[in-house]
């Protein structure tokens, strides 16, 4: 029977806020609410954190403000408000991220070049939108509209996504500051996981995929079937102590352990452990969204490429789930766990009591 | 006879304010006025345009402002004021240029990731360092010491460097900005210069290099003996008229008037008109610090590269003058010019009267 | 019911060799034949042929000749040939490639610069290794030791794979050239193709991967169950005419149909055409082993990426199709087709008239 | 009284040809020499020799041997001998070096992907030439013509330039061989050198540059004055045993000694020794085209770029020579020392007695 481990799966990236969808909500009520929270986490930043890109694959904070709003004008509002205006002739350039129909853009790398539009403007940016998405939501074309509602559920589950790259991005870009500013002061910690068990599931045919009317991405469907061979899934996530062994054991120095590319990957960015790992006289601390800490041994391991979780898989003995195993083992669990909403921006440990059984830990507590 | 011709010479560079030096002055008054003057240069900035770094030869303002208060610092307080305990213990490590004798430092391409020190902190700062400087200026060490006064004129020197490096480096930020920023509406305009004439120079045995007491900057000695044969500068600048013809008989595509390496450094950077120059419609436009503005034809033409420089002085049947061939037609001209204190950040036509006769132009109307 | 669309799968490289198996045959006849043929590919080379690398991922042909008898060498002759003494001390590093178990190695990307050994002293060291392996063969050990003969039959596999990538390293080196030399002249064409039709296969849960004790290469195991839906598969590879019309109607301009990433890597590698084709006049030729040759319309498209036949299949209306479908489609299909021993090495067009029904082309006819 | 030091001047490249001149010669003869020299230093190599170029500023010597042949082709051949049929079409644009005038040219770091022209046709290319030329040196033309003439002598003393360039190009080709081949077995090493000696030049207005009608390179004249204050130069040049002791005393680690540039080329390039210097358990070797051999303690330092020379001389307490002291030094030194037709392609120390007193090593015994 093969063994599966779960890792690092891009299903189960935190902090997310819960999903939207519009089934019987109160689209205005459930749009405030979300454009607010995303102003809300840039509450404790000053104004430069807003600037600064630390790397190509990372935005702004201010960029992603506009981009987020810029979607709303370029797919609601100037679609379906009549005489719309949109607030600024250029910001079309400026905050398309990757929407080749759109038109041309700013280039992605340069987004830390930008000083103006200032954040003031781009709050500006958004109040305008705001009043105008409530002016489009009380319209008769909106009560009446479908076409209305999908686009704003999609623009906030859109805008949820980039509430999490917020995080991400600043993250990194705090880090990559020797002061090592802190943006929130952590939460209280939980104490050690229970010991991690194999869950076995058993050989099926399986419908895999988004099912039904409610919102979802479009690589989350169609729903179709795959085979699946029995497989046994560890009933928590990999802490940073167990992650820790495979250091110690020289997981970064035996290529045995590695896929060829991996190896490789290793070797051109000079992985020695999993990114925001610090080393100072032989204990490891970790870079946090609440500055710089020691290692808590009882959190999951976070920051890792598929590479490191794949090597240290296979050092463990066993290997990572496919997307399919996952979703089957993830299907008749309760969607609960640390999300956005909660504030804890930073892993848990799994506790050891819960009132439900394993699986713990599918929701909220990994950072890629 | 060889003839000269003067462009973009290093030795005027512009806007650099007036030197300083220490003799006779009430060092505290001009203290206070130079700093003064630098923090006014910032006045028109968003916090966000103190931030970033568009090329890595630039660093952000901020850093600008730091970096030479971190000087005073280094330099002045803490040899000299006793007990003088450092604002904060990473700053010399984040503000450090390149003096590798003062430590390690962060690395300068990275200098636009830092979103701390806040803007506000560095004013505070500034503030600190100010106020410890007041207290040395006055005590019985400043008032006998030489080495404290020389240090003082040392770093006001070194800041007045940084005062054009922040206008230099701002305006290639916001040139980089499809919004075309304006920084300071500009002033008004000259008219067209005097036609130019080539002032003749006969063959000489001649001192050059700083000479006398006074504050120089080491490049600028020892004073030692340069044969010159004779040569005749131009009695003005270069307009951008004259240069656009160079453009417009094909110079940039032509490598017979480039050296090698400037027909190389042509083709790997681009190049096909002056940095800041773009085209619409046919008709040339210049990025400046009051914005994207019509190619004026009357000013002289800035922001070439020494290549460029060269290539348009061999199209025009010249040469590019020697540092000794330009500091000998300098010599007994007054010290007059456009300089920084004067607010035009954009260089200015020749006059066509002038009170004395050329050359003109030799300070101040030149940006590299 | 969904529809697959087959081009360019990596199954289906040509021109391999046919695979070996150790079932049944005199081992020393068959490592004879398939160490002589990978010589006789190299007869119509200079020297100078020899000795090139056109790209990183490319190696000299001398580096392939060294490599797979390095392959024999190394993990078969030191391992069971008692008292064998290597050819060289140093050809451990410099012709692994790489297992990194084996120690270090000659990094890749500097194949390219050794000029020695020489051409003809690696010819030696082959002649050396072919004694010695027939020593071996005809030991006590060989002929009862069923590892021996494993090691042969994977070392000859290993040496087929490198009979292949010498033809593809040779072909791109010779095109870097603007002399178009010549590898040996092209044999006849074939003519036009049948028209293409869609062949049905059913929804199923099918067993696919290496079956039996012959040989495979690891990746080709183990034997496991998948589900497909049921699918459509074209009856023969697409051909350079039907590619043309992807050009004519924009398709390497229109990003609606390519992947983002691939999208992105077109303008990074600036691709407006397969590999090696070349447009002059306003007709397409195509660099082949026979020198430059006018694109014959009914061979089919080769050298085009995975991101170029996904951009192609999604203009036609269709996807690529899977692994495991290809694999179900090739399943009762006889190996047969233009391998490397039938000397074609390019590409021929699908038959108008066949023995046998579609699917036509499954073996020899894409080279990637 | 400013001290200088002698190392490195690019006039002291060695070994070069002595210079060839038209004055009284008989071109045939003098032409037939040079051209078998060139042919004659191809001796040692394998044909897999010619083939590469370790790096993009080194050609491959096929290149060399074309491209001086190429030379005559275009600036004698074409334009003096009528009806003169070229080679191959494509020559001109493969063997243009950087003549941007005589048109498009295959871009120099590509020169080592070009397996054909192979060797033995550029021996027919340079058979063809030598026999063209042969017929203009005695056709009516080129014995009243002087045009001709100085087009020969240009040609041949560009060949020897070529000739200096094929040796320290394949130097550089072979070292990045970890075989360490070896062209050609070392001559003899001379003793110890005399001491080094500091020799006083008083302070004069003096005349450089080339004077009269014999051959020069452009960048030799024109002859001018330039003023030199006193100086003094160092009798031989400087040894490995006193390079060493910059290395024992931390030369590479010390910023203190290098320009700021140099410091940063030292970090970026990983300079920590000469280059071809290579430490094994503690003691030097030196790659040189005899192969790896101890350092040898007498023989003059080489392969230093300019910003380690420069530091060398900072640490000893002395300076780099201008270009003019160094002229002044050897005008009145006859022209002698180990020159390429010695054979010795290894700098020798000086020897502790000569004939004729110091300056010694003024020619000959320095590699760039």
Known sequence: ?????MESSPSSAAPHAKPITSDGLDLETIYTKVRAYTESLCEPLATEDYVIQSMPDASPVKWHLAHTNWFFETFL??????AYLPFHPQF???FNSYYNAVGPRWPRTQRGLLSRPSVAEIYRYRAYVDE???ALLRSPLARNGEDVATRVVLG????QQHQELILTDLKHALAANPLHPIYREALPENGNPPPGK???FSERLAWIGHDGFSFAFDNESPRHRVFLNGFRLA???????????FLIDGGYERPEFWLSEGWASREANGWTAPLYWEKEDGDWSVVTLAGLRPLNPAEPVC???????DAFARWAGARLPTEAEWEIAAADVPVAGHFLEGGRFQPASAPAAEDQGPPYQLYGDVWQ
Do not use: I, K, P
Request: zero cysteines; aromatic letters at 16%.
């Open 156 to 159: 906030l589950n859109h805008e």
């Open 198 to 200: 194999w869950l076995a």
């Open 1 to 5: 029977m093969a063994t599966g481990f």
């Open 77 to 82: 509002l100037t679609e379906y408000l009549d």
């Open 132 to 134: 105008h998405v409530a």
């Open 303 to 309: 920051h890792v490429s598929y590479y490191e979780a």
């Open 92 to 94: 079309n350039f400026l």
């Open 235 to 245: 009933s928590r996530l990999v802490t940073n102590a167990e992650y820790r062994m």
